[in-house]
């Protein structure tokens, strides 16, 4: 299994006029490409979460979602940061 973690502000994210994908979807398929199983890149604006695999749908989700990290851990962001007390 190969895992990737990484942060880079989203904000910046430009569309090439060549085509309409992004940075984020070809550093995701780049990532898929390589053997990672799973990338999140986690927004904070807009406040969504998107899920890539190799093997399902692309999805983009709200922080509210119930998100498969790992097998048998699951993130609920909006729920992890409510339990610890910090607004978002």
């Keep these: 299994m190969k895992y990737v973690a990484s942060t880079q502000n989203l904000n910046e994210t430009h569309v090439h006029s060549n085509n309409n994908r992004t940075p984020k979807y070809e550093k995701t398929q780049r990532l898929l490409d390589f053997g990672v199983e799973r990338v999140i890149w986690i927004t904070t604006q807009p406040k969504k979460i998107f899920l890539a695999t190799q093997t399902a749908p692309?999805?983009?989700?709200?922080?509210?979602?119930?998100?498969?990290v790992l097998d048998n851990v699951v993130l609920n962001l909006a729920g992890l940061l409510t339990e610890e007390g910090i607004e978002f």
């Excluded at 983009?60 to 498969?68: I, K, Y």
């Design 58 to 68: 692309w999805l983009t989700q709200n922080w509210d979602a119930d998100v498969p």
